[in-house]
Nanobody, 116 residues
Framework: QVQLVESGGGLVQAGGSLRLSCAAS????????MGWYRQAPGKQRELVAM???????LYADSVKGRFTISRDNAKNAVYLQMNNLKPEDTSVYYC??????????WGQGTQVTVSS
C-alpha cells in the first residue's frame, strides 16, 4: 500500500517561491514515476511536472524555467521547487505516483495561493 503526503503549500506574493514536498510510503517509490499535478476551482486537474525513476523530467509549458522537480530515493521523497510564482499558479497541488500495473496513487493535496 502506498501513501503520499504533501507539505509546503501556503500563501505567497507574486514573484515569490515555495517548495513542495511529498513523502511516500511503500516499496515501489524507487521504480515509479512521480508527478505533481494541480487543480484550480472549476478547472481540470493538469500535469505540472513529472520525474521518472531514472531522473528524466517533463514540465508543463506554463512552468518551464520557473519550477524544478526532483526526487530523493533514499528518503522516498519528491519535491517541487517553485520560483517566480504567478497568481495563475494558484491551485491545489497533488503528488502522484505512477507505475505500470498498479493504479495511480494520489496525495491529499496542498493549497498554493499566489497574491498579486
Amino acid at each position: 500500500q502506498v501513501q503520499l503526503v504533501e507539505s509546503g503549500g501556503g500563501l505567497v506574493q507574486a514573484g515569490g517561491s515555495l517548495r513542495l514536498s511529498c513523502a511516500a510510503s511503500g516499496n515501489i517509490f524507487k521504480i515509479a514515476t512521480m508527478g505533481w499535478y494541480r487543480q484550480a476551482p472549476g478547472k481540470q486537474r493538469e500535469l505540472v511536472a513529472m520525474i521518472t525513476s531514472g531522473g528524466n523530467t517533463l514540465y508543463a509549458d506554463s512552468v518551464k524555467g520557473r519550477f524544478t522537480i526532483s526526487r530523493d530515493n533514499a528518503k522516498n521523497a519528491v519535491y517541487l521547487q517553485m520560483n517566480n510564482l504567478k497568481p495563475e499558479d494558484t491551485s491545489v497541488y497533488y503528488c502522484n505516483l505512477h507505475w505500470v500495473g498498479v493504479p495511480d496513487y494520489w496525495g491529499q493535496g496542498t493549497q498554493v495561493t499566489v497574491s498579486s
